[in-house]
């Protein structure tokens, strides 16, 4: 809900608290704002990509990983009735990529309904007027000397086993793998997830064999309708914040346990058959059915730019490659760039992409190499960053690089020395407070910053998080007004981790809690949310206050709009008053503005989503603006010139 609150109130309630003034002038001068400056930092963390971004519904749909024979191998899976279900390694597979598959046995004299159930990634949203569009591929080991044909029944039910909606799909018995497809429509919505996708057949139709199942499939509607695509909801909460830019694949989820487990971008592109999946690095396997071609198609559709990041040679079982094994990480490195920017007609990579049907390049400029390689420092100076650089250069020199270790000013410096440098903090709100100016003090020697992860963990006592309370939301803004003064020398910066499911987490706190039917924006999504829509694309410098300040501000301009922006921060639970002159009169003598706000501790979670949202207030706008902060709140006022 949005609410309308005046200047007076404003000022009405301050009136009672011990406010300070400071008194902001800025004149026309300053410096552009790099159109990258905000957008998201993503890996498959907290089952961000299966089970999040990505819709697929089904958990475990290929059995890729998976020890045959196990009960992990099942997970997400029961039987039906009397059938018997257990994960193989098939005697004839799908594909050499996909090796095994679901068993499905089903005694002599069966009479009743057998099948199989999954219970998606922890739920399965059944909406209303949505169209779920399934697949799956099936044989029979050693069928029947008389064929068998029959229909399976598809459907999404209760734990109970109320069917909301289902179809028949018709099968015949086969030695050699069939693809069927199907859809289906619910017409009722469901506000409990705990739904399951059953396959389940007439008993005595199937009575005595043995089928085999693979890569069993369940999609709601997509975001931009793709296939293979990604979750609507989540990509619309994105969206809201007009991100410029993806870093992607990671993270820690790039660098795999060892480099054998690493992120492969062949493995992540072509038919899903063709994709073997991995074990990621936060303790879950990722089918990569969300692989290279797919997050860039997103991207592209969502308005932003990838920043890409290329495996550098060191995993997270603190190995590094050796010098004389990493021509095939360079190699690797170059293909994946070609297959995004390569000519479809003369390069073997691009051509994948065009038969996966993008012909022309996608949009890049920025490369990662590698993530957080200050846990190898030494290998990465010695020779990993230069390997890779200087290959990466002479093929792309019109691609921008990025460091992710220590360069010049730090221990120990790197060769060729880099013009990016990707660097990440975690810490309490006094950090990003007194951190504010952090930026300030750096030379202006061409070096430009990547804040590429950053977010408040902790309270001030050290308690960690779950969810982003609006005491460390606050702090990040002030940090954040750091970024936009600092634009001339940081060109991007993305709040991390991204998403989390909330049934799956393994880190916290993150911008975005979800579960299979809700989005929960916490106060930090506000926070970035504001600052990326308000960002202008020219800096107004203006008098700055002390290190010591509770209060931050930042002026940017929307040249085309002929807007101004005037961000104030707050950090103080109390009240501050901010007198802004301007160097011109505004056009309009009253002006809109946005404001973040809440009690210190404020958190919006699943049971409370919506304890802090955003709200509008209109104010008086002339050449001076006198404006009072309520504690512990980020305000952007718009003035039009
Ligand atoms: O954002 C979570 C993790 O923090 C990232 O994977 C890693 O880069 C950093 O250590």
């Known amino acids: 809900m949005v609410l309308r609150r005046t200047l007076a109130v ?19 001068a300053g410096h552009n704002v790099p159109s990258t400056l905000y957008g998201l930092m993503y890996e498959d963390i907290n089952h961000s990509g299966d089970g999040g971004l990505y819709a697929e519904l089904i958990q475990n749909r290929a059995f890729q990983q998976v020890t045959p024979g196990t009960s992990a191998a099942l997970t997400a899976w029961a039987a039906l009735g009397s059938a018997k279900i257990s994960v193989v390694a098939s005697s004839s597979p799908v594909s050499s990529a996909l090796p095994n598959a679901l068993s499905f046995a089903v005694p002599s004299g069966t009479t009743s309904t057998v099948g199989f159930t999954n219970s998606g990634y922890f739920g399965i949203p059944v909406t209303a007027g949505w169209t779920y569009t399934g697949s799956f591929y099936y044989r029979t080991p050693t069928p029947p000397s008389t064929k068998v044909s029959g229909s399976f029944t598809a459907d999404l039910r209760s734990t109970s086993g109320t069917v909301f909606t289902s179809t028949t799909v018709p099968f015949t018995t086969s030695s ?16 409990a997830v705990t739904n399951l996708f059953a396959l389940s057949v007439g008993g005595s139709t199937v009575a005595g064999l043995t089928m085999e199942f693979t890569l069993i499939s369940l999609f709601p509607p997509t975001f931009n309708g793709r296939t293979n695509g990604f979750r609507m909801d989540l990509s619309e909460t994105l969206l809201d914040m007009k991100p410029a830019f993806f870093r992607f694949p990671g993270g820690n989820n790039l660098e795999g346990e060892t480099a054998a487990d690493r992120w492969a971008w062949e493995n992540t592109v072509g038919d899903l058959v063709d994709r073997p999946g991995r074990v990621g690095d936060w303790g879950y396997i990722n089918t990569d059915g969300l692989g290279l071609y797919e997050y860039l198609q997103w991207i592209e559709d969502m308005d ?5 990041a290329v495996y550098a040679g060191y995993s997270l079982n603190g190995a ?3 010098s004389n094994d990493m021509q095939t990480y360079i190699t690797e490195a170059i293909n994946q760039i070609n297959f995004v920017i ?6 073997a990579q691009a051509a994948i992409r065009s038969s996966m049907g993008h012909p022309d390049p996608f949009t890049l400029n920025y490369i990662e190499i590698g993530n957080e390689d200050f846990f190898s420092p030494t290998t990465y100076a010695d020779y990993r960053w230069a390997d890779l650089y200087n290959a990466l250069h002479a093929e792309f020199p019109q691609l921008h690089y990025i460091a992710t270790s220590a360069t010049s000013g730090n221990v120990p410096s790197l060769s060729p020395a880099p013009t990016y440098w990707d660097l990440h903090i975690y810490s309490n709100p006094n950090f990003f407070v007194n951190g504010a100016y952090n930026f300030d003090i750096l030379s202006r020697n061409g070096l430009q910053f990547f804040q590429g992860e950053y977010a408040t963990t902790t309270e001030n006592s050290g308690a960690a998080l779950t969810y982003p309370f609006i005491d460390g939301s606050i702090a990040e803004a002030a ?3 750091g970024f936009d003064r600092n634009s001339d020398i940081v060109f991007a910066a993305s709040y991390a981790p991204l998403l989390n499911h909330v049934s799956s987490t393994q880190w916290t706190p993150d911008l975005i809690t979800f579960s299979p039917n809700t989005v929960i924006r916490s106060t930090s999504y506000y926070v970035q949310q504001l600052y990326s829509l308000y960002k202008g694309d020219f800096y107004l410098t203006s008098t700055t206050n002390t290190a010591s300040s509770p209060v931050q501000w930042s002026v940017t301009r929307d040249t085309s709009a002929g807007q101004y922006f005037l961000k104030v921060i707050n950090t103080a639970t109390s009240a501050n008053t901010v007198v802004f002159t301007l160097p011109f009169t505004p056009s309009h003598t009253t002006g809109t503005g946005t404001i973040l706000t809440a009690a210190s501790g ?3 979670t699943p049971t409370n989503p919506n304890a802090a949202v955003p709200s509008s207030f209109s104010f008086t706008a002339g050449k001076t603006i006198t ?4 504690g512990l709140s980020l305000s952007v006022l718009v003035v039009t010139a």
């Open 627 to 630: 404006y009072n902060a309520p």
């Open 320 to 322: 590094s490659v050796a």
């Open 304 to 308: 932003m730019q990838p920043i890409m």
């Open 479 to 481: 940090y954040m007004a």
């Open 176 to 191: 050699t793998w069939q693809q069927a497809t199907f859809t289906f429509t619910a017409s009722s919505t469901q506000s």
């Open 602 to 604: 404020t958190q919006n």
């Open 342 to 347: 390569g000519d479809a007609s003369t390069n």
């Open 10 to 28: 404003m000022l009405a309630a301050a009136a009672a608290v011990n406010a300070s003034t400071f008194d902001v002038t800025f004149t026309t």
